[in-house]
């Protein structure tokens, strides 16, 4: 395993271990989760980068578009839970609880 693809896997499994162990604000789970595809975003740009085709160029753009989508709707539902929930932790936001 070269050293560049095992800083990559290694990003990318402490942003899920992250997700998985300490979710206990909202806002820690979408900084987990951006993480994650921030690490995708940047293994996928150098996998193109090392292929040297013009196809493959698109793919971390478009990646990077749903990225910074995901964001942008991740902070409206914190911003939008906050309001009405007063708080942001996860544990308040479980609709299925009486």
Same mark, same amino acid.
């Not at 909202?26 to 690490?39: F, K, V």
């Given at each position: 395993?070269?050293?560049?693809?095992? /800083?990559? #896997? *290694? =990003?990318?499994? @402490?942003? &899920?271990?992250?997700?998985?162990?300490?979710?206990?604000?909202?806002?820690? $789970?979408?900084?987990?989760?951006?993480?994650?595809?921030?690490?995708?975003?940047?293994?996928?740009?150098?996998?193109?980068?090392?292929?040297?085709? /013009?196809? #493959? *160029? =698109?793919?971390? @753009?478009? &990646?990077?578009?749903?990225?910074?989508?995901?964001?942008?709707?991740?902070? $409206?539902?914190?911003?939008?839970?906050?309001?009405?929930?007063?708080?942001?932790?996860?544990?308040?936001?479980?609709?299925?609880?009486?």
């Amino acid at each position: 395993m070269t050293p560049i693809l095992f /800083a990559f #896997s *290694s =990003a990318f499994t @402490l942003g &899920l271990t992250g997700l998985v162990f300490h979710r206990v604000h909202l806002l820690s $789970a979408l900084l987990c989760l951006e993480g994650m595809m921030l690490s995708l975003y940047i293994a996928l740009s150098t996998w193109s980068l090392g292929m040297g085709s /013009a196809s #493959s *160029s =698109a793919l971390p @753009l478009f &990646l990077l578009a749903i990225s910074a989508c995901e964001a942008g709707a991740g902070l $409206a539902i914190l911003v939008a839970t906050a309001r009405t929930h007063g708080t942001d932790r996860l544990q308040s936001l479980n609709l299925l609880q009486w």
